[in-house]
């Protein structure tokens, strides 16, 4: 099975992977970068189903931190996996996953209401739930196996399975 | 991938898991290298590279442009060779003799200060270890303190004190010795009690300042609950007995605790904020428990206590006699023969929060006004009352507006004529936009009066100047809890603490009775000027309320 892109297809999902990847490694870099930076503020705000769980991060010191210290460097990660093309389909995944979680935890949803006004103006679809699906596209329209270091991994193990054919 | 076949010129192939062919193709290919990658390959591979290059790039001008903004604040504020008291919270030895502490008064509040001695109800302690949170009250400091005598009207009150004062689950583990807990039937025995070193009055308003003046004339060291006393009298008693015999007195002021006051004081003398001449505070409460209706439990039903086990009389003490009445034992709060309301209650932490900022001291006048608006169940005390005190010279007004009928935040705010604090749990300063010190900074954009000029978080541990929007909206929230040295610490830990320091070692407490002496009179003032209506006035020669 093989995926076939013309140049402008191809050139588009490189342009959307650069931007999310962009975004989402600055997004963890600005937070690692700000030693007040704590999801709290974040967690506070919690709407709808989540708002329980977040509650209970809240409430535990230990666990606050834990998730403090995952979502700076999840988005790292994610943000450098997306741009470099290294381990892109689990980045983009794990990036929709996470980005879905926000969306979850403050949805626009009728009759919930945020103390902080929002980018815009939403109603049940936002730019956060966008962004999601936008990762989802792009794991399924993989580009790193021509743009990316995960060419050179698949490169390698394509030569070593060659070679293991031949002895 | 075929970029040198013709038919695919303009397609890209992305191999999958079955595309071998694709590869050998490749791999049989002139530019192969090596490892049998070609060159296109590798550098079509590395397309990201140049994408993170940029980002670094951009990152590393944004870092530059935000650090030197903050640096030029920074330093236009002069807070670039700031220093912050350490603490040597969580470092200190507490040795020598155990202080032997007496609590008369066992009611919610005796309890809370009991816990922040390092004693807690054995069934509490199960709860929190349930809950996951007991570790963090284990860790606070070992005072090297026992409480051997518990005093209290009520004997429920006085059994669930025992209980938690010979609970041995505590604080310094194993090493806290295990002295017997003595149950006293009224607190004049207690200050007889030559085992007595120490006592923490946590009663009704009404009983303070007797019992302050019974304590010092014993030579008992005091820590006591807000309200210092309810009379100018009382008042003076009091400081006159507890000068007289050199006792160690602190009121349960513990606000001044929060590393955010010591902070504050600290930024004021800076004069960041110019010449203040108005500081507003406030307290918006509006629920029943916060109105002080309180002697009613979750499901409605009356709370504990008859006259079998109340000793009534000795509830009412000094106050005019009047039938047992379980609604008055537990909302003492609304009614003047014991308290004084919004004053006694939250007015004082306020005053005293900015007092401990600004020093204040006594007002020259008072006015009151305000009235029950809401809670009409036959209360003395005001629901709305709103207090102005003037310091002319200081050329500054402190305002008071307290609600217990509206919840709305209205912040403690220290306005000055080139910025206004902030004070929370954290703090925010901002530059006033016709502010003459920041002017030239304004106008070039290195001040951006709508914003935050200066934030402290204590969990942050320093001072910041806020750029940013998004560090913006984490300075409008601010922590929860006071932190020191990076722990969370309870405030009233650390006053009962500075007070047993200074019972061992000498010094003086944050709010002694000097402190305390302008705060109850401020008190006082306050209520009269209610009560009776006028403007209430202090004479600073006589040292009286005219």
């Known amino acids: 099975m093989r995926q076939t892109f013309t140049k402008s297809q191809l050139a588009s999902l490189l342009v959307l992977r650069f931007f999310a990847g962009w975004h989402i490694l600055y997004e963890g870099t600005a937070k690692a970068l700000n030693p007040q930076w704590s999801s709290l503020g974040f967690l506070q705000e919690s709407q709808w ?50 980005i879905f979680i926000y969306y979850l935890n403050s949805p626009p949803l009728i009759g919930i209401e945020y103390v902080l006004p929002s980018e815009g103006h939403n109603l049940i679809i936002n730019r956060t739930l966008i962004e999601a699906v936008a990762l989802v596209v792009l794991a399924l329209f993989s580009t790193s196996n021509i743009f990316g270091l995960d060419a ?5 193990n394509k030569k070593e399975e060659s070679e293991n054919e031949r002895s | 991938m075929n970029d040198h076949n013709d038919k695919n010129r303009n397609k890209n192939t992305i191999p999958e898991k079955n595309a071998g062919n694709e590869m050998n193709v490749q791999g049989k290919s002139d530019k192969t290298g090596k490892s049998g990658i070609s060159r296109r390959t590798v550098v079509k591979a590395l397309a990201g590279i140049p994408v993170l290059g940029l980002f670094g790039h951009q990152l590393l001008k944004k870092r530059n442009y935000d650090l030197e903004k903050r640096e030029a604040v920074v330093k236009k504020l002069g807070l670039d060779t700031m220093d912050f008291p350490v603490s040597d919270y969580g470092t200190r030895r507490h040795g020598g003799d155990l202080l032997r502490v007496g609590i008369i008064g066992y009611g919610a509040r005796g309890n809370q200060l009991a816990r922040s001695l390092g004693f807690m109800h054995p069934d509490e302690v199960k709860r929190r270890h349930e809950l996951g949170d007991l570790d963090e009250w284990l860790e606070q400091e070992y005072l090297n303190v026992a409480i051997t005598g518990i005093c ?6 006085t059994e669930n004190g025992m209980a938690v004062a010979q609970n041995d689950i505590r604080p310094g583990g194993q090493d806290a010795p295990k002295l017997p807990v003595k149950r006293y039937g009224h607190y004049r025995e207690m200050l007889d009690d030559k085992d007595i070193d120490a006592v923490i009055i946590a009663t009704p308003d009404h009983h303070h300042g007797q019992m302050t003046v019974d304590a010092a004339k014993a030579g008992k060291h005091i820590y006591c609950e807000k309200t210092v006393a309810n009379t100018e009298k009382e008042m003076n008693e009091l400081y006159n007995a507890v000068k007289e015999s050199g006792v160690v007195y602190q009121l349960g002021h513990q606000i001044t605790q929060n590393v955010i006051y010591q902070q504050a004081r600290e930024l004021i003398k800076r004069d960041i904020l110019g010449k203040i001449t108005l500081v507003q505070t406030t307290s918006n409460r509006n629920t029943a428990h916060g109105a002080w209706i309180r002697h009613l439990d979750g499901q409605g039903n009356p709370k504990p206590g008859s006259e079998q086990t109340i000793d009534w009389m000795q509830w009412l003490g000094k106050a005019p006699y009047t039938p047992f009445s379980i609604e008055r034992f537990y909302n003492w709060t609304l009614y003047f023969d014991y308290a004084t309301g919004l004053i006694g209650q939250l007015f004082t932490h306020e005053f005293d929060a900015i007092n401990q900022i600004l020093r204040l ?7 009151s006004s305000g009235g029950t608006y809401f809670w009409k169940d036959g209360r003395d005390m005001a629901d709305l009352l709103h207090i102005v005190l003037e310091y002319p010279n200081r050329d ?12 709305r935040g209205r912040g403690r705010v220290i306005m000055g004529h080139d910025a206004s604090m902030e004070i929370g749990n954290n703090i925010m300063i901002n530059a006033d936009r016709n502010s003459t010190q920041y002017q030239e900074a304004i106008q070039s954009g290195l001040i951006d009066p709508s914003a935050p000029m200066i934030t402290y978080n204590p969990g942050a541990g320093q001072v910041d100047a806020v750029t940013s929007a998004s560090e913006r909206y984490y300075a409008t929230r601010g922590l929860t809890t ?16 500075e007070w047993i320091n200074c019972i061992r070692d000498g010094g003086v407490p944050s709010v002694n009775v000097d402190i305390a002496f302008d705060e109850g009179i401020a008190c006082v003032m306050a209520q009269r000027a209610y009560v009776e209506k006028r403007v209430v006035e202090w004479d600073d020669v006589a040292r009286k309320i005219v």
């Open chain 2, 482 to 497: 006071t932190t020191i040295n990076g722990r969370r610490v309870d405030v009233t830990h650390l006053h009962l603490r």
């Open chain 1, 152 to 156: 050179l991994i698949s490169n390698h």
């Open chain 2, 152 to 157: 209290d009207v009520f004997d429920m009150h």
């Open chain 2, 361 to 367: 001291g006594i007002p020259k006048t008072v006015t």
């Open chain 1, 49 to 98: 189903i989540l708002s329980g769980f977040s509650e209970w991060i809240i409430s535990n010191p230990g666990v606050l931190a834990v998730v403090d210290f995952l979502n700076v460097y999840g988005l790292i990660a994610i943000g450098l996996g997306l741009i470099a093309g290294l381990f892109f389909k689990v980045a983009a995944i794990a990036g929709a996953i996470l």
């Open chain 2, 396 to 407: 500054l007004t402190l305002l008071y507006s307290g609600s217990l009928a509206s919840s």
